[in-house]
């Protein structure tokens, strides 16, 4: 069956480090992939998208990595702030309507 | 402010009720979405409407009736509601329905059956 896994417990760090989340899936070949922040209450808001034929995409402190190989990606988050503090969930496109998949979210703590 | 906006932001209404949620997006997008999320569950993809025609209704019970009237506006009209229906219902727009495209989501309307 088709799977999209990030992982459901909470991700504790202190300020300044590196925040590593991952996703991975199975039984998809999707052409894109895409990271979105959510904050509690609010709606998800739009981060990064990288495409198959992408091994790394960069904006500010954030990185993704995409490897189609492994079927997964890595959401970095470097010098992490309390106010990274959020639930980031992965998505992917199933297929060419336009239909985005999304991941269950990984919630990240940055502690002072 | 992302450009798509929900009403009301909070529901409370009782099984036998009948109510309406809106969006609106002021993107000037052509693909608009509704998505349920449940706590600890993904998002779970309702309906999709583009240049106002529905394409997509993910196996959704009868009880939630989307309205799309112009590419600016959606709703979600409820009635008879189930209490496991309370979740956070999302409403959402892209430029067109094709892949690659970022999804601009609204704030959300929280809906408590009771």
């Known amino acids: 069956s088709q799977k999209i896994e990030q992982n459901s417990e909470a991700l504790n760090i202190q300020e300044g480090k590196t925040a590593t989340l991952t996703c991975n899936y199975t039984n998809y070949s999707p052409a894109y992939l895409q990271w979105y922040r959510q904050d509690p209450g609010r709606g998800p808001v739009f981060l990064l998208l990288i495409r198959e034929n992408e091994k790394e995409k960069r904006k500010e402190r954030l990185k993704v990595t995409f490897d189609t190989t492994l079927k997964q990606s890595l959401f970095h988050i470097t010098a992490s702030q309390p106010a990274d503090s959020a639930t980031y969930l992965c998505?992917?496109?199933?297929?060419?309507?336009?239909?985005?998949?999304f991941g269950q979210g990984t919630t990240l703590q940055v502690k002072p | 402010e992302t450009g798509v906006t929900q009403t009301p932001r909070h529901l409370v209404m009782g099984m036998t009720n009948k109510k309406s949620l809106k969006c609106e997006q002021h993107l000037g997008h052509n693909a608009m979405y509704w998505y349920k999320q449940s706590a600890k569950k993904p998002l779970e993809l309702m309906f999709v409407y583009s240049l106002e025609e529905r394409v997509e209704n993910n196996s959704v019970p009868s009880r939630f009736s989307p309205e799309c009237p112009n590419s600016s506006h959606l709703f979600l009209h409820l009635h008879t509601l189930q209490p496991e229906d309370s979740a956070l219902y999302l409403c959402?727009?892209?430029?067109?329905?094709?892949?690659?495209?970022?999804?601009?989501f609204g704030e959300g309307s929280w809906l408590t059956v009771v």
């Open positions: 959402a727009s892209s430029q067109d329905r094709v892949s690659g495209n970022t999804i601009y």
């Open positions: 998505a992917l496109d199933g297929g060419n309507t336009g239909k985005l998949i």
